[in-house]
């Protein structure tokens, strides 16, 4: 240690040098000031390193004129050095205010902690995908990756499919019953929507028979300019409506009852955007769900987990009927097609 300081002072600086050097220091104090205040949120005067490193450059050429050149290289390190320390704190602590914040957010929309069972189950399937995706790097054949990806979508899709897509399919198969013929089971009718129990919105305050509310964070700016948001908590709540055609009217209970239309009846912008979209009476709309006896009386509900339970707004599934096996078509060709380039590259 004695050696290197010893080599570091071997050279003496004259007055001109000092000066240079003292101007020097002063684009390390720009670092420093930005390091400072922006990776450590510390407050003082912008000027105080700009005082500060000239003066120390100064300061050491009076005590010795071999000093300077090793103050100066000390000033240097000292940027990468605090930056990097920097980095690490700050992004700890902006960890450590993620997690209070998300704590807030959730006791204010009551969301459940995530189970350490699903914590750990999630942690799992991460480990098997990089092992698998190691594994096929080291055996040279992460082109066996076309393949994997493709079938795994597929398989997905068949034995996993999601709600919408089980609404959907009941939906082609179910045929529309009229209300005042209703048979106990899962049903498909279409009517009207008639208020019973109106709930109120929970950040427009609109009343309503029931509403879907989604909060979204605004993502950074892409290299492009433009920024996505993502979302961070959704709820869809119903209360008890009717729904009513040409021959009768029956009872719905709507805990549990997803939508499955696309629309936006209020929303406000900003880094936190706000989106609520409601059902509303006269609201024609088309609702498959459990039909089953109250009392005496027709009531449809969700029946079980399983069970489907949805509204959807008829125009749109009429739509989406009419051009679905068209979609279908062209993805199977699609899938077939990709199967012969797979084969064609991996052989």
């Known amino acids: 240690m004695n050696e290197f300081f010893a080599f570091l002072t071997q050279n003496k600086a004259d007055a001109g040098v000092v000066v240079f050097l003292m101007l020097f220091?002063?684009?390390?104090a720009l670092f420093q000031t930005v390091i400072f205040s922006g990776l450590y949120n510390l407050k003082f005067p912008n000027w105080l390193f700009f005082v500060l490193c000239p003066l120390t450059v100064g300061v050491s050429f009076l005590i010795d004129p071999g000093y300077p050149f090793a103050v100066i290289l000390f000033l240097f390190v000292s940027v990468f050095l605090f930056g990097i320390i920097g980095m690490i704190y700050s992004g700890i602590k902006s960890s450590k205010q993620e997690k209070i914040d998300r704590e807030k957010f959730?006791?204010?929309h009551n969301i459940p902690k995530t189970k350490l069972r699903d914590k750990l189950l999630g942690f799992f399937v991460l480990v098997c995908i990089v092992g698998a995706f190691y594994g096929l790097a080291v055996t040279e054949n992460l082109k066996l990756l076309f393949l994997i990806i493709p079938g795994f979508v597929l398989v997905s899709s068949i034995?996993?499919?999601s709600s919408k897509s089980k609404f959907y399919k009941m939906q082609s198969i179910l045929p529309t019953s009229k209300i005042d013929a209703i048979a106990m089971g899962l049903v498909e009718i279409e009517g009207d929507l008639e208020e019973?129990?109106?709930i109120i919105s929970p950040y427009f305050k609109k009343p309503c028979i029931g509403y879907s509310y989604k909060i979204e964070k605004e993502s950074p700016r892409d290299d492009d300019g433009r920024t996505t948001y993502s979302t961070i908590f959704s709820e869809v709540k119903t209360g008890k409506f009717k729904i009513k055609d040409e021959t009768g009217s029956v009872t719905v209970d709507g805990e549990g009852l997803e939508y499955y239309f696309d629309r936006i009846d209020n929303q406000s912008g900003g880094k936190t955007r706000y989106t609520e979209t409601y059902l509303k009476s006269d609201d024609y709309m088309l609702l498959i769900g459990y039909a089953a006896s109250d009392n005496g009386n027709v009531l449809i509900k969700k029946d079980s987990a399983d069970t489907i339970f949805g509204i959807a707004v008829p125009r749109s599934i009429s739509f989406r009927?009419?051009?679905?096996?068209?979609?279908d078509s062209f993805l199977t060709v699609l899938f077939f097609i990709s199967l012969i380039l797979i084969y064609i590259i991996l052989n």
């Open 106 to 108: 959730n006791r204010l």
């Open 25 to 28: 220091s002063m684009g390390v």
């Open 159 to 161: 034995f996993f499919p």
């Open 321 to 327: 009927n009419k051009y679905k096996p068209l979609l």
């Open 196 to 198: 019973i129990e109106p």
